[in-house]
């Protein structure tokens, strides 16, 4: 089993950034991906970046920009650095890892004014 748990979700004005963290724990050794996730109200959830076990980024459509997937190792945990925030970025972020299965976060929200 792994478990992740995000954090530094919150209010933000449009333009401004927040860091997201995704501490993982448990079978960790078993995981070869780690990415984030976000749904607004009334909307599917989309993927926003992914890194894998050896570094490679992804960015999907709307992780381009002011966005960044970043990893710790040590620490067992991923960031998304996000600038530039816009009031269409307000959803909440999910952390998940793909190892044998798929695992996800509990979510953190993220709410940018305008």
């Known amino acids: 089993q792994v478990q992740l748990v995000e954090s530094g979700g919150g209010l933000v004005q449009a333009g401004g950034s927040l860091r997201l963290s995704c501490a993982a724990s448990?079978?960790?050794?078993?995981?070869?991906?780690m990415g984030w996730y976000r749904q607004a109200p009334g909307k599917q959830r989309e993927l926003v970046a992914a890194?894998?076990?050896?570094?490679?980024?992804n960015y999907a459509e709307s992780g381009k920009g002011g966005f960044s997937i970043s990893r710790d190792k040590a620490k067992k945990t991923v960031y998304l650095q996000m600038n530039s925030l816009k009031p269409e970025d307000t959803a909440v972020y999910y952390c998940?890892?793909?190892?044998?299965?798929?695992?996800w976060g509990q979510g953190t929200q993220v709410i940018v004014s305008s």
């Open positions: 998940d890892a793909i190892g044998r299965l798929k695992y």
């Open positions: 448990g079978s960790i050794f078993s995981i070869y991906t």
């Open positions: 890194i894998t076990k050896g570094g490679s980024t």
